[in-house]
């Protein structure tokens, strides 16, 4: 079963810069189309971004232009650039499947504040 770990997160100024990880174990990692969620204090889990198994990738118009991200499939890892944060995106942050369908894993908490 894929179970996906999630680290990175922190505490960080607006305007900063963090990057998430999320490795996933399992050997057919790479035929996953990933995506990244948060779920933001008193508010539902929300998609974010996606990038399939080659190099395409959404954003959700929340994140666009700021986040970035990206994967490597031979470390089973995919990766959130996130740029000029702000307040709004402190959140859990988690990873997994487009569908949502696999074990969640714990999420990596970013606090943006001054």
């Known amino acids: 079963q894929v179970q996906f770990v999630e680290s990175g997160g922190g505490l960080v100024q607006p305007g900063g810069s963090l990057r998430l990880s999320c490795v996933a174990s399992g050997s057919i990692f790479s035929i996953y189309t990933m995506a990244w969620y948060r779920r933001a204090p008193g508010k539902q889990r929300e998609w974010i971004a996606t990038?399939?198994?080659?190099?395409?990738?959404m954003y959700a118009d929340s994140v666009k232009g700021r986040f970035t991200v990206s994967r490597d499939n031979a470390k089973r890892t995919v990766y959130l650039q996130m740029n000029s944060l702000k307040a709004d995106d402190t959140a859990v942050y988690y990873c997994?499947?487009?569908?949502?369908?696999?074990?969640w894993g714990q999420g990596t908490q970013v606090t943006v504040s001054s």
């Open positions: 990038i399939v198994s080659g190099s395409t990738t």
């Open positions: 997994n499947t487009i569908q949502g369908d696999k074990t």
